[in-house]
C-alpha cells in the first residue's frame, strides 16, 4: 500500500530543527570576517558585513564599513532579525517539541515572515550600496553573503509550514486516520 502526503508527526522535529540550521547559517554571515565580497581575482580587495581590506600579499588596508549609515543599517537589520529567529525558534520549541501548542504556530509563521522582510532588505541594501561605492573592476558576492541568503530562505520556508501547520492539528498530533490512495480489493 502506498502513502500519500507529509508525515506530520515528523513536522514537530524538522521544523525546529531547520530553524535552528537558519540561525547557524545567520550566525555565520553576520560573524564572517570576509566573504561578503571579493574582487574578481580576489587578491586585492574583499569585504565582510563589518569592514573592507584592500591590499597585495600580506600587506592589507582594512576599514570599517561602519562610518557608513547604510552598512549600519545593513548590521542593525541582520542582527535584530537574527535575535527574532531566535525568539521564534525558541517559541517553536516550546509549542512543537516540548508540548503541542497549536496556537503558537501563526506567532511563529508571523516572526518569521518579520525576520524574512528584515533581511531581505538588508541583503539588497548592501550589494546596491556597495557597488556605488566601489566603482572598478568586478566583484562576486561570496560564501558568507550566501550563508544569509540562505537563513532568509529557510525562513521563508518555515514560515510558510508554520502558518500552514495548525490546519493539520489531528495530523501533528498523531491523532488521524491514515489515509492511503490505493487499498488492496
Known amino acids: 500500500m502506498f502513502r500519500c502526503g ?35 581575482d580576489a587578491k586585492s580587495h574583499y569585504a565582510s558585513m563589518w569592514d573592507q581590506c584592500r591590499g597585495r600579499n600580506d600587506n592589507w588596508d582594512c576599514k570599517s564599513l561602519m562610518e557608513h549609515p547604510w552598512a ?9 532579525g537574527l535575535l527574532i529567529l531566535i ?6 520549541c516550546v509549542a512543537l517539541c516540548c508540548s ?11 516572526l518569521l515572515i518579520i525576520v524574512v522582510v528584515l533581511q531581505v532588505i538588508a541583503l ?21 553573503y550566501g550563508f544569509g541568503w540562505g537563513a532568509t530562505i529557510l525562513c521563508i520556508g518555515c514560515a510558510i509550514l508554520f502558518c500552514c501547520l495548525p490546519r493539520y492539528e489531528d495530523e501533528l498530533s498523531g491523532m488521524a486516520k491514515t489515509k492511503y490512495i490505493y487499498t488492496s480489493a
Open 124 to 144: 539588497i541594501i548592501y550589494p546596491c550600496k556597495f557597488n556605488e561605492m566601489i566603482f572598478e573592476g568586478n566583484y562576486y558576492y561570496t560564501w558568507a
Open 6 to 40: 507529509i508525515a506530520y508527526p515528523r513536522c514537530r522535529w524538522i521544523v525546529p530543527l531547520l530553524l535552528l540550521f537558519a540561525i547557524i547559517f545567520d550566525i555565520i554571515a553576520i560573524a564572517a570576517t570576509s566573504g561578503w565580497v571579493e574582487d574578481e
Open 100 to 110: 503541542l501548542n497549536i496556537s503558537l504556530l501563526p506567532l511563529i509563521g508571523g
Open 87 to 92: 525568539i521564534a525558534f525558541i517559541i517553536s
Open 72 to 80: 549600519q543599517a545593513v548590521a542593525a537589520l541582520m542582527i535584530i
